[in-house]
């Protein structure tokens, strides 16, 4: 069965503190997409990354990086040097190419992630 | 491009009405449109999945007679929630999902902003 487990449900962190957002799920298709999505509290869900089963380079984009693990089932997301802007809640999800869920985005509970200053 | 609307943003109803949710993609064509409910503090939870000129596919625990989906056209789906009550107060989003495409694309989800549903 197909599922995603951030374990982490609240981080706080002080600004400029560099933060990981652990993600770790389960499929067992061979072809499948992660995706992390940023909720800020006005609820509007920002697309941030999403990268393929096939796809083991880490990335990174300004202040984010993905490592993306496929040995440990992970795709952990680090924020370096935190700001306030960023406190959001942030979403792992999964999306199965020919798995049961048919292409749907399967959602993990979330890490409210509070940056103070 | 690859934007979504919803409207309303957000609504307050008396318990027993029916409210109507909008989801529109502006700039682009969506054979599929996904409805998800979020009550605060939770995750994203599929509602149904609906599909241009067919039946929307609803996930289990998800009544259909009381969440009415329409998806007439390739960017209009609306969601109607029936004889409302306070339980159904929750963030309802949508997304959508682009036509004719193959690959890591196919899979890409688009989402409204969302509409903030409360019922007295």
């Known amino acids: 069965a197909q599922k995603v487990t951030q374990a982490q449900t609240e981080i706080s962190v002080v600004e400029k503190e560099d933060v990981t957002l652990d993600c770790v799920y389960e499929t067992r298709d061979t072809t499948y997409y992660l995706f992390w999505y940023k909720q800020p509290p006005s609820g509007e869900l920002v697309f941030l990354i999403r990268?393929?089963?096939?796809?083991?380079q880490n990335e990174i984009s300004g202040r984010y990086s993905w490592n993306f693990q496929k040995s440990t089932s992970s795709f952990n997301f680090t924020i370096t040097a935190s700001q306030v802007v960023d406190s959001a809640v942030y979403f792992c999800?999964?999306?199965?190419?020919?798995?049961?869920?048919?292409?749907?985005?399967?959602f993990g509970k979330g890490t409210k992630l509070s940056v103070k200053p | 491009g690859a934007v979504v609307s919803q409207h309303p943003s957000r609504v307050i109803c008396k318990s027993g009405t029916s409210v109507k949710i909008e989801c529109r993609s502006l700039d682009f064509q969506a054979t599929t449109m996904f409805w998800y409910r979020q009550f605060p503090k939770q995750s994203l939870m599929l509602m149904a999945t609906?599909?241009?000129?067919?039946?929307?596919?609803?996930e289990q625990g998800v009544e259909k007679d009381k969440f009415l989906i329409n998806h007439a056209s390739l960017t209009l789906s609306t969601l109607t929630v029936t004889s409302a009550h306070p339980e159904d107060s929750s963030f309802y989003i949508c997304?959508?999902?682009?036509?004719?495409?193959?690959?890591?694309?196919?899979?890409?989800?688009?989402f409204g902003p969302g509409t903030r549903l409360t019922v007295t």
């Open positions: 609906s599909n241009e000129g067919s039946k929307a596919t609803y």
């Open positions: 999800a999964l999306s199965e190419a020919f798995g049961g869920s048919q292409g749907n985005l399967i």
């Open positions: 997304s959508a999902r682009l036509v004719g495409l193959a690959g890591p694309l196919a899979y890409e989800q688009y």
């Open positions: 990268r393929n089963s096939f796809d083991e």
